[in-house]
């Protein structure tokens, strides 16, 4: 693991080569399903219906001995011999857009690097058994597409075109079309284009590659893609109309307008990549929504949102992010929340050692709940009960806070988490005297301790009891996990050694700006990702979790003006493997967690159906029940239930569309009732269907008796009767 470990220990600061050269890296390891995907039939099946798949195949990666350093010998000559295109400062592409652009991405030509990238890979392969044998396998047991030929291809593609590729969308009432352009440097493109969708297009059509002639009598519907090369450009399109009409459009290109400027002033400041949207011109083009959710939207600030745009570049070896939203008036709303610069004091509680800080200056609580109100108030000004009855146990105490809030994680998963949070206060004892009823209620413990004042009690719950511990200080309120915690952060500010003032966090905020900010985001990663690596075996992480390291920092400062609100960042120097296996880690637990919440919540949403239609009977039993979800919701009408809208449930569920065999969509899944009406209903199936094959795994039906029942695969593609939902497993 030699190599590997000193990667991670001494690599350079993360910049685009180490992102790049390892992305290439992944593209081989994951794309080829080599430890995911090897183990036998039978294996993988045991696997699939276990509560914890998804955790990689680290058996397979057992046989390899050594496989883990040939990785970092990998990535680090990635690292050290890529050569990545230079920031650009101009684009020509600009000039070629039309000025109905309100997406705009661009990125440099990789095929070179990725050329290197392979080179670097074949050489590697040769030199090293473990990876041989590891490729080989992977090969000979691979149904996808060659990898190798399919990166081959694309260097081949980048030596016909110019240094930069440009992705563009445009918005037009119900359309919207994208297209990706490129400068064409030398002729034969076209002839290559064709041989190329062939090969790789497999059992599917691919897409059609047209000349300036062709396009003219071409056929072709909205969701086939179009490839158009022309002496000077190459253009990528998402349809065929998109391409006519860009093609055919005489109006003033993009370089012209406020969002073209704009975005040409990140060019003058030297970009890799950059995205961009105009976000106002997007919101003019789309339906607006409901009357309510539209007010909501306006009272959030967000409606006023002018541009975002995210940009990276490089320069004398330090990588640098920007990511800017600005509205074309003063923020207000929660777009408003985020106050000017200043200094954190909650910093001052900070050790050097923490782990994850996030520090921010926010208005005046108080005002934060006054929006938090407004945004909740129906038409009429009502406020939900529930925000009437917090009102006067909350305003007391948030008029005593300052905005200043600062929320510190240094122990992790699968240890005990160790975090505090730190509130500023207009005045500490004021502040206890508005929490002590609250605290009188969990009866806490005091305890003094080297003069300070300390309350500890436990928030009850049968299975996890959760553990508060507080101390009122000057001017703040120190909440933390443990009773040893919160006196670490007080400590901390009585020493004046606090993190805000160590060279490693100055080091880390962005070139040129000072910890004075609207909010600090902070991370040493060396504790961050030695916990999250402990997930490993321990005979596959034992080497990099004893690896002596480095403080590995990095910080993220959000600046916020009247009418901006910018992020900055300079990339902190860890190694990028240790990333992705973390991420290769937690992203299919994220994704498998999701389904399950969406699976839950369509459970949850039949039986409001249920018993929604239990009440309908009852209330009109000439009706029987209802013979679809709208006449369970109100519809557009604000006047008494009745049998056509009983009110019995919210307009999501029972949207105003979901008549007879139509849907209404909540929470990952789609609602249709299908009743079984004569002169009245006696028979009824509610139906709920994964809106995508992400979204669940699971169909469900339920009928008048009210038992839910299930059926696993992909989402049906027709309704069902109530006999055939009665067949299916039940789940109650």
Excluded at 100 to 107: H, L
């Amino acid at each position: 693991m030699r190599y590997l470990r000193n990667f991670i220990s001494h690599s350079n600061p993360i910049n685009l080569r180490s992102t790049f050269s390892f992305a290439l890296i992944l593209f081989f390891v994951l794309a080829s399903s080599s430890i995911w995907a090897q183990a036998p039939q039978h294996q993988q099946k045991r696997r699939t219906n276990n509560a914890a798949t998804s955790q990689p195949n680290w058996e397979e990666l057992n046989k390899y001995a050594g496989l883990l350093e040939e990785y970092g010998r990998l990535i680090a000559r990635c690292q050290q011999e890529i050569k990545l295109p230079s920031a650009r400062f101009e684009s020509r592409l600009l000039r070629v857009l039309p000025q109905s652009t309100v997406g705009f991405g661009t990125f440099p030509n990789y095929g070179k690097a990725a050329h290197q990238a392979l080179d670097i890979f074949h050489e590697e392969l040769k030199s090293s058994a473990p990876l041989r044998d590891w490729w080989k396998q992977t090969q000979s047991s691979s149904k996808g597409p060659d990898f190798e030929k399919m990166l081959e291809r694309y260097y081949q593609l980048s030596e016909y075109l110019g240094d930069e590729v440009v992705a563009s969308g445009t918005v037009k009432k119900d359309e919207g079309g994208f297209l990706m352009i490129a400068e064409v440097k030398k002729p034969g493109l076209e002839s290559f284009l064709r041989t190329a969708v062939k090969d790789f297009a497999g059992k599917s059509t691919p897409p059609q590659v047209l000349t300036p002639k062709e396009l003219a009598t071409a056929k072709g519907t909205d969701r086939d893609p179009v490839i158009l090369v022309r002496p000077d450009l190459v253009i990528f399109s998402s349809d065929i109309k998109t391409l006519r009409n860009f093609v055919a459009s005489r109006e003033a290109t993009l370089d012209m307008t406020d969002f073209g400027r704009r975005i040409s002033e990140s060019y003058a400041r030297g970009v890799d990549m950059m995205m961009a949207a105009d976000v106002h011109g997007i919101l003019s083009q789309i339906p607006k929504g409901r009357p309510q959710e539209q007010r909501t939207f306006e009272r959030s600030g967000f409606a006023d949102t002018k541009y975002a745009v995210w940009e990276f570049s490089t320069a004398n070896g330090e990588t640098a992010g920007q990511a800017e939203l600005s509205f074309i008036g003063p923020r207000h709303g929660i777009a408003s929340w985020l106050t000017a610069p200043a200094r954190l004091g909650g910093l001052d509680f900070v050790a050097p050692d923490a782990g994850l800080v996030f520090s921010a200056l926010l208005k005046n609580p108080a005002e934060i709940f006054a929006d938090i109100k407004s945004l909740a108030a129906n038409p009429e000004g009502q406020v939900p009960p529930q925000l009437a009855q917090m009102e006067p146990v909350l305003l007391p105490i948030l008029s005593q806070l300052t905005g200043d809030i600062t929320l510190e994680l240094d122990a992790f998963p699968p240890t005990a988490a160790e975090w505090k949070i730190i509130f500023g206060a207009k005045e500490a004892q004021a502040l206890q005297q508005s929490l002590a009823p609250i605290l009188a209620s969990f009866q806490p413990r005091k305890i003094e301790d080297d003069g300070e004042t300390y309350y500890s009690f436990q928030l009850p719950n049968p299975k996890n009891p959760t553990e508060i511990n507080l101390s009122f200080q000057k001017g703040y309120l120190v909440v933390g996990s443990s009773q040893q915690a919160v006196a670490k952060a007080v400590l901390t500010r009585r020493s004046g050694e606090s993190l805000v003032k160590s060279a490693k966090f100055l080091t880390a905020l962005p070139t040129g700006h000072s910890a004075d900010a609207s909010a600090i985001f902070y991370q040493n990663s060396v504790g961050f990702l030695k916990a999250m690596l402990s997930r490993m075996p321990p005979e596959l992480s034992r080497d990099i979790l004893q690896a002596p390291t480095q403080d590995i920092s990095a910080a993220s400062a959000v600046y916020a003006d009247e009418t901006t609100i910018r992020q900055l960042s300079k990339s902190g120097s860890t190694g990028i493997a240790p990333v992705m296996v973390v991420a290769a880690i937690a992203i299919p637990n994220l994704l498998r967690a999701r389904t399950a919440a969406n699976e839950a919540a369509a459970v949850s949403n039949i039986r409001t159906v249920n018993t929604a239609q239990y009440v309908y009977e009852q209330s009109y039993p000439q009706k029987g029940f209802a013979r679809d979800l709208s006449t369970l919701g109100s519809g557009s009408s604000e006047g008494a239930p009745s049998a056509a809208h009983a009110q019995l449930m919210n307009n999501n569920l029972g949207c105003e569309g979901g008549t007879s065999g139509n849907w209404c969509s909540k929470d990952g899944y789609k609602f249709t009732i299908v009743a079984d009406c004569a002169k009245e209903c006696d028979e009824y199936v509610v139906i709920a269907i994964p809106l995508t094959t992400s979204s669940g795994n699971r169909n469900f039906c339920s009928t008048e008796d009210a038992v839910i029942h299930q059926k696993a695969g992909p989402p049906l593609t027709s309704v069902i009767d109530a006999s055939e939902c009665r067949s299916w497993e039940a789940i109650q």
